[in-house]
């Protein structure tokens, strides 16, 4: 069983930066792949980030592409997202997902494991 941890949410105002970090216990976190997805009020869970399980690739959404970097260390089994320039549509409860493979992937579907959430909120 794995289980991951969020941390790093809060308020921040536009033009802001955060960095979310979400760690992993109950597997060996360089065996899977991770991602980082989010939910806004009223709409559907959307991919933020996917890095593979090495760091060696990586993946985003147009929505963040330039702003958000996802890596990793696998030492200290903690995948993390460092958000800049935040915008207002940026606010949404993030969550990071382990996905038993060593590539990442943009469809929730394919991971195994989710975190409980962290609140990103950016005013304007």
């Known amino acids: 069983q794995v289980q991951l941890v969020e941390s790093g949410g809060g308020l921040v105002q536009a033009g802001g930066s955060l960095r979310l970090s979400c760690a992993s216990s109950?597997?060996?976190?360089?065996?899977?792949?991770m991602g980082w997805f989010r939910q806004a009020p009223g709409k559907e869970r959307e991919f933020v980030a996917t890095i593979s399980w090495n760091g060696g690739r990586t993946d985003y959404a147009d929505a963040v592409m330039g702003r958000f970097t996802i890596s990793r260390d696998n030492a200290k089994n903690t995948v993390y997202l460092q958000m800049n320039n935040l915008k207002p549509e940026d606010t949404a409860v993030h969550y990071c997902?382990?996905?038993?493979?060593?590539?990442?992937?943009?469809?929730?579907?394919?991971?195994?494991?989710w975190g409980q959430g962290t609140q990103v909120t950016v005013s304007s």
């Open positions: 109950g597997r060996i976190f360089s065996e899977y792949a």
């Open positions: 997902a382990g996905r038993s493979a060593y590539l990442g992937s943009r469809r929730e579907y394919d991971y195994n494991y």
